[in-house]
Structures are given as C-alpha cells and as structure tokens.
C-alpha cells in the first residue's frame, strides 16, 4: 500500500483501512506512507523511495519464488 496523506481523493483512515484488512487476512501488505504527498508522489525523493520499493516488489513477486 502506498499512501500519501494529502490525497483528498482517499482519505487517511480509508488507505490505513485497507492496509489493516490486507494484514488481518494474512496478506503480506506493507505500507508506504507520505505525510506530505497527494494522490500521485510528486516530490523527487519520495519518488525515488516509490520506485525503490515498486521494484522490489515486482521483483519479489515476478520471480516465481514465492511459495
């Protein structure tokens, strides 16, 4: 999950909502959060941690490793 707090298009509590679901059901979720970012991350560091972690996962999950 990745959220930014400023998103006036999801609020806060739904995308913490989601996360909290996703966990509650055994989904290996993990949350990225930006206090000071919108609906799409902007900032340039920020955007660097997003890819960082995108990638990550798209390796993680198109491997074929994962049981």
């Known amino acids: 999950m990745i959220h930014g707090a400023l ?3 999801v609020p806060d ?3 913490l909502q989601m996360f ?3 966990r509650r059901r055994g989904v290996p ?4 959060y ?5 609906h799409w991350i ?10 960082t ?3 990550a996962w798209l390796a993680r999950y ?4 994962i049981p």
Do not use: C, I, M
């Open 20 to 22: 909290t679901a996703l």
């Open 13 to 15: 509590t739904q995308g």
């Open 42 to 51: 902007g900032k340039p560091d920020n955007q660097r941690l997003w890819w």
């Open 7 to 9: 998103d006036y298009r």
């Open 53 to 55: 972690e995108v990638h």
């Open 29 to 32: 979720a993990r949350l990225l």
């Open 62 to 65: 198109l491997s074929g490793s």
């Open 34 to 38: 930006f206090p000071d970012e919108g």
